[in-house]
């Protein structure tokens, strides 16, 4: 991190003859130096430099923390334009005034929240945000509008940006950044994308961009992009005194077509603000990370498993029953009259009316929406408890209602909207020193702990996250963060409540102190412990487990029963291993992290081993042999021990998949055999009384069927008609099989154990894809298959549309297994048969998944020592795909990452302030104005 007080010292003269060579390039604010130059180490005051590592990784130095938040605004909004300004707006209920016509249903969900008034209401009032983190965003929409302003005065970079026209019968541009939003690709736009992205660059930024994007964040991810959710998985080692140090490995994953997310690495060193770790483009802070003395992680808090939500089970224990930040009312209003009885007060309704717009490219000018005005109603609150955050409920529809000559309305209550914003939570976070004060006193007195920040502001996000931190002096926490309702007697039970009832409505919010919380401050003992968050819940952070009996009675804030993943008990396996000398260290970390054995495969193999079938037989004793292959293609030392490119993974993964599907077709299935197929809790039976006792004849009889579909599809590879490998896999990638990524995956298998049966050429690397392409997968027609399956993977052969064929794709294998750290899954989550296509030269099964923004880190915090951190990216810090040299963006540096994040290699990221300016490949110098 920054040696605070000792700053380093470099050549005035050379700074100067380098600066000379690019002066005027970005104007008199910003002086850039390119690769090889180096700028001065003193900043000074409004001064700040943003210097790449090798890996591209910016470092943000500054004097100040407002330098430094202008510089990562400044960085964000040139090495993720896009990305960052259509984030900025995406959230203020004007998106469209940039966006077009497309995106008029967002704003209009956007108005319908209020979103867009709460963030006028945080910008004009005082008392909303803190007074030095208004200043710290208002640095930061400072620093985008520069950087924003730097493209259009930089106009050949801004060309390349955009694009030149490709030929085809449907003209576009090559638009050099990645992921393109359908709103700019030609698909769903049919307008000027050129015009289009030029009014985006042109459209300032203010201060209620960046507030209504924290509040939408705060909504969840519904209200972010497409609604799929950060996952997280956090393992975190306290060692034992004699070696005191604590290792925390964080592995976050986001889908970015599915949400428009994209994380990235970046250090970011003021005076107090000093951390590194993950943002996204247009997020003013750092929300995964560390600083010198604290490491913090969120986890969002897991929602019952998949298959079984398209179930719609009630039988499984599992009932997901998180925190209800949610609820929904309906309500009859008085006749004739728009208000509702809420008791015995009459409560009016609140609304607005307005005429959304958008920017017509053709005509250069904002528009009306031509379905008219839209009229949005609110709910207000009368609660006295509720009525100070100022809270209006949303009416999301209504209808008439004869019979009571008036109508019934439903709206809807959601917690965020009156939190504050989380922008201050981050920052508080990353300025904490500690978990709460070493001498045990109050956190009053100490403005930096993370207690004193709790004191203050609690983040509320979506239904709740889980917040896990370690400090250097061993302390340890987890903690559910949220504005938690008081549900009222009968909103606990879910479903749509009586508005009118006053029993039913929310009272308040619970206190913070009355939420599942583990704190543990004793520091360092005599032996090492862990916590493993894998999406589970705080009853198997620790094998001593989680006393739940506090909430009980209120089973909507903790489900009185432990719920974790299948990784939960693997990962204390390793690291109980890694610990046996009393330490665990930071590379055995890293070791244990990427270990990809097939949990479920090893929990459910004695069951798989015992069916009873003649087709399958060769079948299971094929995979009773290579269960044990290592990564050299030798026995291993564990079974399912399946390496990344693992061939016994591909077949393992559809018996389950095709089990887990026959389980959900049950006729009514038992809370048991759900449990069975589902939850890693359970309590297995024995496989002879699967094989025995009608209790579990039809978990039999799904087993047996899920080994004979995999079974027949096993045999039908070996002949070359079932998985389509190396014959197939080229075609569809075309020059794309000459990178060194993909090379090693055309290899034959040799017979190397002697059985006389060579490995089938299918392995789980080309099965599970990140194919990262310019256009939307959809789920394809069996007579375009063949078409769907190529542009996948080689946008050229998508006609009409040269657009994409002028885009570059990112196409790399990605090993793990179903419930490994890297959390592949295939398509189909009622069985895998799904994401089996037929083609002309047999069955090709493929299950592309979009975790293009997933980024692994680890990082040990030993007392008065820094940091030491390792990462692992899928993915490079900037979308730019094309060559920049003005920018410093070389080709390919959008998938710098690809090679090391498929071999699993980490790589040490440097942090102190000394070694980042060693090396430096480019670096830019900013004054704030």
Not at 66 to 73: E, K, N
Request: charge should be negative; glycine fraction near 8%.
């Amino acid at each position: 991190m920054r040696a605070h007080g000792d700053r380093t010292t470099s050549s005035g003269a050379a700074h100067r003859a380098c600066a000379a060579r690019v002066a005027g390039a970005l104007g008199a604010v910003v002086l850039a130096f390119g690769s090889g130059c180096r700028a001065p180490a003193e900043a000074r005051g409004d001064e700040a430099r943003i210097v790449y590592d090798p890996f591209r990784i910016p470092h943000i130095l500054a004097d100040d923390d407002r330098s430094a938040l202008y510089a990562l605004g400044f960085q964000q909004a040139s090495d993720f334009p896009v990305a960052t300004l259509a984030n900025l707006w995406s959230a203020t209920g004007r998106f469209a005034h940039v966006a077009g016509k497309a995106v008029l249903e967002r704003d209009a969900r956007i108005r319908r929240f209020g979103i867009d008034a709460k963030a006028a209401k945080q910008a004009r009032d005082p008392n909303e945000l803190a007074p030095d983190v208004r200043a710290l965003l208002v640095a930061y929409v400072d620093g985008v509008n520069a950087g924003r302003r730097a493209w259009l005065t930089d106009a050949e970079a801004f060309e390349t940006l955009l694009g030149e026209d490709a030929e085809g019968p449907t003209r576009g541009p090559s638009l050099a950044f990645d992921p393109v939003p359908p709103w700019l690709d030609p698909v769903f736009a049919d307008d000027d994308l050129r015009a289009r992205l030029r009014r985006l660059f042109d459209a300032e930024i203010t201060l209620e961009h960046v507030l209504s994007l924290g509040i939408a964040v705060n909504g969840g991810p519904e209200f972010i992009g497409g609604g799929y959710a950060t996952r997280t998985n956090i393992w975190t080692v306290r060692n034992a005194e004699r070696d005191p140090a604590v290792v925390t490995m964080v592995d976050s994953h986001q889908p970015i077509r599915a949400s428009g997310a994209r994380a990235y690495f970046v250090q970011v060193a003021g005076d107090t603000y000093d951390v590194v770790g993950y943002s996204y483009p247009g997020f003013p802070c750092v929300t995964l990370g560390f600083n010198d003395t604290l490491a913090f992680s969120l986890q969002t808090l897991p929602s019952p498993p998949r298959p079984l939500s398209v179930l719609g089970a009630t039988a499984f224990r599992y009932r997901g029953n998180d925190a209800p930040h949610v609820a929904r009312w309906d309500a009859e209003l008085v006749p004739n009259a728009e208000r509702l009885l809420v008791g015995d007060a009459s409560v009016a309704l609140e609304s607005t009316s307005t005429v959304l717009r958008y920017w017509d490219v053709a005509r250069g000018e904002l528009v009306d929406d031509p379905r008219g005005a839209r009229t949005f109603a609110f709910v207000p609150e009368t609660n006295a408890e509720l009525a100070r955050f100022a809270l209006r409920y949303p009416v999301l529809d209504d209808t008439a209602n004869p019979a009571s000559n008036g109508r019934t309305i439903r709206f809807e209550g959601r917690s965020f909207l009156a939190a504050r914003s989380p922008w201050e939570f981050w920052i508080g976070v990353g300025r904490a020193r500690g978990i709460a004060r070493a001498d045990g006193g109050s956190s009053a007195d100490d403005e930096h702990t993370l207690e004193a920040l709790l004191e203050r502001s609690i983040l509320c996000m979506g239904r709740g996250e889980a917040l896990v931190v370690s400090d250097a002096r061993g302390g340890l926490e987890y903690l559910s963060l949220g504005l938690v309702p008081i549900p009222g007697i009968a909103a606990s039970g879910g479903g749509t409540l009586d508005g009118n009832d006053p029993a039913q409505r929310w009272r308040g919010f619970h206190a913070f102190d009355e939420l599942p919380r583990i704190v543990d401050t004793d520091g360092y003992g005599e032996r090492a412990e862990a916590w493993v968050q894998s999406n589970g819940s705080p009853h198997v952070l620790r094998r001593a487990g989680f006393d739940a009996r506090a909430f009980a009675a209120r089973p909507y804030l903790l489900d009185p029963e432990p719920w974790k993943s299948l990784r939960h008990d693997r990962a204390f396996e390793l690291v109980e291993r890694a610990a046996e000398d009393g330490a665990a260290s930071l590379d055995e970390l890293c070791a244990a992290a990427l270990d990809v054995q097939d949990v479920w495969s090893a929990r459910m193999w004695p069951f798989v081993a015992e069916v009873e079938s003649a087709d399958s037989a060769d079948f299971l004793a094929w995979l009773d042999t290579w269960r044990f292959e290592g990564a050299d293609g030798s026995p291993g030392d564990e079974a399912f021990l399946a390496h990344p490119m693992s061939q016994v993974t591909v077949f393992m993964t559809l018996v389950r998949s095709e089990f887990e599907g026959a389980v959900l077709e049950l006729d009514a299935p038992t809370a048991d055999e759900l449990g069975f197929a589902f939850d890693p809790s359970f309590a297995l039976p024995t496989p002879e009384l699967v094989r025995s006792s009608s209790e579990w004849r039809r978990i039999g009889r799904a087993l047996t069927g899920a080994v004979q579909t995999s079974a027949a599809l096993f045999e039908a590879t070996r002949v070359g008609t079932g998985l389509v490998n190396a014959r197939r896999l080229p075609a569809l990638l075309g020059a794309t099989v000459d990178d060194p990524v993909w090379a090693r995956l055309f290899e034959s298998t040799p017979d190397a154990w002697g059985t006389g049966r060579s490995a089938p050429l299918a392995r789980w690397g080309w099965t599970n894809v990140l194919a990262l392409t310019p256009h939307a997968r959809r789920t394809p027609r069996a007579n375009t298959l063949e078409r769907s399956l190529r542009s996948m993977f080689a946008p050229a052969d998508l006609a009409p549309f040269a657009f994409h064929s002028a885009q570059e794709p990112v196409v790399f294998p990605l090993g793990g297994v179903q419930d490994s750290i890297f959390q592949v899954h295939a398509n189909g989550y009622r069985s895998s048969s799904d994401a089996v296509h037929a083609t002309a030269d047999g069955p090709l099964y493929l299950a592309p998944i979009d975790f293009g923004s997933q980024i692994l880190y680890a990082v040990e915090l030993r007392p008065n020592r820094p940091p030491a951190a390792r990462f692992l990216a899928s993915l490079g810090s900037t979308e730019i795909t094309a060559p920049i040299a003005s920018r410093g963006v070389a080709a390919g540096d959008h998938a710098r990452n690809v090679e090391d994040f498929v071999a699993g290699h980490w790589n040490e990221l440097i942090t102190d302030e000394e070694r980042v300016l060693d090396s430096a490949v480019r670096t830019v110098r900013l004054k704030r104005p």
